[in-house]
């Protein structure tokens, strides 16, 4: 009878390292922002006080499962001690879902494939100047893009780093005559 247990526990105990090898080689979602790919910076819209302008950074799920974006957001570099005229806000959407209230719509991404994010930025002049006068001397602005991702593991996030030059932005405003 003793043996019997013993050959039982023992199938069982192999059983569970069957299923859990197995699971470990279905591997996981692995999301990459691919920031060498992003597009130059667009204008939307200028009024005299603000400039509206987008850029498109394509994303992958390059790992073997499908995953999901739960959340995007961007943080803007450029603090008040560096450059006190430009007031620089963005927000993070899909392409093609555009959203006006900061939310960022959580999206499958299946195993191989990839979209498109469209990140959008606001800047205002400050201080009594136009937009061209704010953006006339405007520093290269570095943005750290955060994605909040999960596949069958834990969630994880993933930060990229960009770079708006001052040339790109400085091209998106009109000239004064």
Do not use: H, W
Not at 54 to 77: C, F, H, S, W
Not at 121 to 133: D, L, S
Not at 141 to 157: K, Q, W
């Amino acid at each position: 009878m003793l043996c019997i247990l013993e050959a039982l526990v023992a199938l069982v105990i192999l059983g569970v390292l069957v299923v859990y090898f197995y699971i470990k080689m279905q591997g996981d979602a692995q999301m990459q922002l691919e920031v060498g790919k992003r597009t130059p910076a667009v204008r939307v819209s200028e009024n005299g006080k603000r400039l509206d302008f987008e850029v498109e950074l394509p994303y992958r799920n390059i790992g073997k499962q499908e995953g999901t974006i739960i959340d995007a957001y961007m943080r803007i570099y450029l603090p008040q001690e560096q450059y006190d005229d430009v007031l620089l806000r963005g927000k993070v959407n899909l392409k093609g879902v555009k959203r006006e209230d900061d939310y960022f719509e959580a999206v499958l991404v299946p195993s191989g494939t990839g979209k498109t994010l469209l990140l959008r930025f606001e800047a205002y002049a400050k201080n009594g100047k136009t937009i061209a006068e704010a953006m006339k001397d405007i520093p290269d602005v570095d943005v750290a893009l955060y994605a909040d991702c999960r596949g069958r593991g834990p969630l994880f996030t993933i930060k990229e780093f960009l770079t708006l030059t001052a040339e790109e932005m400085r091209a998106l405003v009109k000239k004064e005559a």
